[in-house]
């Protein structure tokens, strides 16, 4: 079981980047997908959750308009799109595959928002 978060880098401010996460070891359609995050000094959010079933996803305060997160059950791929970042939103970014008691994390990835 595992998940391999990639994509992160040094950005400016007003910039973008796609997190990408591969999952294996797991029926992954069946679990619920989301993206994390955690900035120095603080405690791990919730940046965006997608449903196993699809639908709606769902999306912290502080990200929504400018973050998208996306699957592809094919794949067994997780994505998460970053527009219009912020130095705010520097963090390390973790993929979470979580179904019923079973909770799998991924290394994070560091997004940087710098100039």
């Known amino acids: 079981v595992q998940l391999v978060e990639s994509g992160g880098g040094l950005v400016q401010p007003g910039g973008s980047l796609r997190l990408s996460c591969a999952a294996s070891g797991f029926t992954f359609n069946s679990f619920d997908m989301s993206w994390y995050r955690q900035a120095p000094g603080k405690a791990r959010e919730l940046v965006a959750v997608s449903a196993s079933g699809g639908g709606r996803s769902n999306y912290a305060d502080s990200v929504k308009g400018r973050f998208t997160i996306f699957r592809d059950n094919g794949k067994k791929m997780v994505y998460l799109q970053m527009n219009s970042l912020k130095s705010e939103d520097t963090a390390v970014y973790y993929c979470?595959?979580?179904?019923?008691?079973?909770?799998?994390w991924g290394q994070g990835t560091q997004v940087t928002v710098s100039s």
């Open positions: 979470n595959a979580n179904w019923a008691s079973v909770s799998v």
